[in-house]
């Protein structure tokens, strides 16, 4: 379509939808692009109109208890929405989760991804300070007994996606990411993928919560429930995620 | 996490890279403030350039250059076994590019303030181009060099981007202060984060100050 009948066409379609504010939902990176997928089915369900932030989960939270005009907020794990809810800048009862991650070891060269954990230069985790990832992943290599053996190796990434690039430019030989990245469109090809048994960390539990100057706003109520619908989890377990049901 | 160790890397960083671009600048420096040449124009640009780029830009390119696939990361690997990113020495190279206009620039400008006929007049005095040079240039030259310090180190202290991209935050060997304050922040906790910002706020404020005093004092002397 032309830019100018591309125009027409949303000034015609989506204008009266616009008129009113989008819905706007503080996103975990991780969680990005399979967000993307659910708002646009759910603004193609209900014509509601969402804008999306994307951020690291302690950055969203940081702008949310500066005042950030956000609705929602899907963080990358449960501490950040418990916090928003304690401090009542979230809705109360609202928070549930709406996600498991699932932590995967990967590779660009190793043929064997466990293999690679003892013979690598260097293995790249997220900050498990900062990092819910990270600090899964901090807690498997403790439980296997593989840390003390590690720890002078590691290289420490802001996050998940720094652990890709860590890996895929060479300079960690193996590294822990998200499994919901695996499918990624700019997701380099690995040579081994091992997910890591998820009973050996604390789940990775992603929340979400309902900020309180939205609670009432009917629109955000229904992208809620929509979140918790069969068709939303079966969109987020295809991406990647744990499924809960 | 221990308060001072990344204060205390950050200032060895600093440090390192301030004592590099004085001995590597200066020269570069000299011959910016007397060359005629037509490539200076592009020189001054490539000195210049770390002021405009955002750090993302050297921390991706460095990322590349200095990994064990890289130019210059391969040929480290060859000779001395371990990587460039991830370490100290990653970090000092990419110190050095990131700083080096603060070092070069007033060091250059100082130069190039010199009157021409104080340098003709040691020449022809029959002193050396290197003996006129530490004897002449140098002494009045100082305000150039303590600005070139001062910035050059203090900038160092003040880098984010490029060490968050290439430095991999391992305690005691890239986890610098600014990279121990974002993680602070980052996990909440903002006593922390608070003691180390404002040791560097003070920190800051105290050596450009000191820098500006006796700029005051050498002009009006």
């Known amino acids: 379509m032309r830019p100018a009948n591309f125009f027409l066409f949303f000034a015609l379609v989506a204008g009266p939808v616009l008129a009113e504010d989008p819905v706007s939902v503080a996103v975990a990176s991780n969680f990005s692009r399979t967000f993307g997928e659910l708002a646009e089915r759910f603004s193609a369900d209900t014509g509601i109109a969402v804008r999306t932030i994307t951020g690291s989960t302690g950055k969203l939270y940081a702008q949310i208890v500066n005042g950030a005009p956000f609705d929602v907020f899907l963080a990358a794990d449960a501490e950040r929405p418990r916090l928003l809810e304690v401090s009542g800048r979230a809705a109360a009862g609202s928070r549930f989760t709406y996600a498991t991650g699932r932590l995967v070891l990967w590779s660009r060269d190793a043929e064997n991804c466990v293999d690679a954990l003892r013979t690598s230069h260097r293995v790249a985790l997220a900050n498990p300070l900062i990092a819910p990832y990270g600090r899964a992943a901090r807690e498997f290599l403790e439980s296997a007994g593989h840390w003390e053996d590690i720890a002078g190796r590691v290289a420490y990434a802001e996050n998940v996606m720094q652990v890709v690039q860590f890996v895929a430019s060479g300079n960690a030989g193996v590294g822990f990411v998200a499994a919901s990245m695996l499918n990624g469109p700019h997701m380099p090809a690995g040579a081994c993928t091992w997910p890591v048994p998820p009973q050996s960390h604390s789940p990775l539990e992603q929340q979400a919560v309902l900020l309180a100057a939205a609670a009432e706003d009917k629109r955000v109520v229904r992208l809620f429930e929509f979140l918790q619908s069969d068709a939303a989890i079966d969109i987020i377990v295809r991406n990647g995620y744990g499924d809960m049901r | ?221």
Request: aromatic share 12%; proline share 5%; with cysteine.
């Open chain 2, 1 to 221: 996490m221990n308060l001072y160790e990344p204060l205390l890397l950050s200032a060895q960083l600093a440090f390192v890279t301030m004592v590099i671009l004085i001995l590597a600048g200066t020269p570069l420096a000299w011959w910016l403030s007397q060359t005629s040449s037509r490539w200076k124009p592009a020189a001054q640009a490539v000195v210049a350039m770390p002021i405009v780029l955002p750090p993302t830009v050297l921390g991706f390119y460095l990322l590349i250059l200095l990994g064990p696939d890289g130019s210059i990361g391969k040929w480290w690997v060859q000779l001395t076994g371990s990587t460039l990113t991830f370490s100290f020495t990653g970090l000092v190279i990419a110190s050095c590019i990131y700083s080096l206009p603060f070092a070069v620039q007033p060091i250059q400008n100082a130069f190039e303030a010199l009157p021409r006929q104080t340098l003709e007049r040691a020449w022809t005095l029959g002193a050396s181009r290197l003996d006129a040079f530490f004897s002449v240039v140098v002494p009045l030259s100082v305000r150039g060099f303590v600005s070139g310090m001062v910035l050059a180190f203090a900038h160092t202290l003040g880098e984010f981007g490029v060490v968050l991209m290439v430095g991999g935050n391992i305690p005691g060997e890239t986890r610098v202060a600014s990279i121990a304050i974002y993680d602070h922040v980052e996990s909440l906790n903002y006593a922390a984060a608070h003691r180390m910002s404002l040791l560097l706020l003070g920190f800051a404020f105290v050596v450009l100050f000191g820098m500006y005093v006796f700029n005051r004092r050498w002009s009006t002397r």
